[in-house]
């Protein structure tokens, strides 16, 4: 399928368990996003990527691990999870437009339930 | 803290008002303010964005009004139907071809409601 895809849709977990939420895109963009969406903080950066192998925290890294070995792929990784990381969780990726408009493209999401 | 601040967090109106949605932000470095829509179950999706070299943009029924001075800018909805009513985010960014990659510092949101 064209365009960026998350799995799963849906997870439950138990806390203290290792969780990775997977993030693909067909667009071949360089740049690839995770944010969490949390009801009155909107959406909250995690991470990011620029390209593979190149990888920088966002506003809320903690507790969360990522990796990107091709362009393709950008997953993310709860090493230990923990109940305040139950959110919906949304991958994105950058294009870059005319007029120097930087649109992201997001994913459908992932909603993790940590128990 | 680069933030963003939306208001009002919720928002109900009849078919054919004019909602309208109000950000503040803080860093005067940000030269991009996009608006995405966001339906119950999917992902947000980019709605219309604006640069601070103009006031004013449209795009259908879909309107940014941008104070540069005032560090505000704000979307307006034309005609609303009921299909408009999801979630509505502001966001805005900086120097998307250096460091900052172009990432995006997100409003609370505004669940809007446009009844028939």
């Known amino acids: 399928d064209a365009g960026i895809t998350q799995s799963p849709r849906y997870k439950i977990t138990e806390t203290g368990r290792q969780v990775t939420l997977m993030c693909h895109q067909t667009?071949?963009?360089?740049?690839m996003f995770w944010y969490r969406q949390d009801l009155g903080h909107g959406l909250r950066l995690i991470y990011y990527?620029?390209?593979?192998?190149?990888?920088d925290k966002g506003e809320v890294p903690d507790g969360y691990v990522v990796s990107r070995s091709k362009t393709e792929n950008f997953p993310l990784t709860l090493e230990s999870a923990t109940r305040s990381q139950t959110s919906v969780y949304f991958c994105?990726?950058?294009?870059?437009?005319?007029?120097?408009?930087?649109?992201?493209?997001f994913g459908p999401g992932t909603r993790l339930t940590v128990t | 803290q680069q933030q963003v601040k939306q208001s009002p967090q919720s928002l109900i109106v009849q078919k054919g008002g004019i909602p309208i949605i109000n950000c503040a932000y803080e860093n005067t470095a940000f030269d991009y303010f996009p608006w995405y829509q966001q339906f119950p179950g999917k992902g947000p999706a980019l709605l219309i964005a604006i640069r601070p070299d103009v006031s004013e943009k449209k795009e259908g029924r879909f309107t940014i009004s941008f104070n540069k001075s005032a560090k505000q800018f704000s979307l307006h909805i034309m005609d609303s139907q009921p299909g408009d009513s999801a979630t509505y985010f502001c966001a805005a960014s900086m120097d998307a071809g250096g460091t900052s990659y172009g990432k995006l510092t997100f409003g609370q949101g505004t669940i809007l409601t446009v009844h028939p």
């Open positions: 667009w071949s963009h360089s740049y």
């Open positions: 994105a990726s950058r294009a870059e437009r005319t007029s120097g408009m930087y649109e992201q493209y």
């Open positions: 990527s620029a390209a593979a192998d190149i990888t």
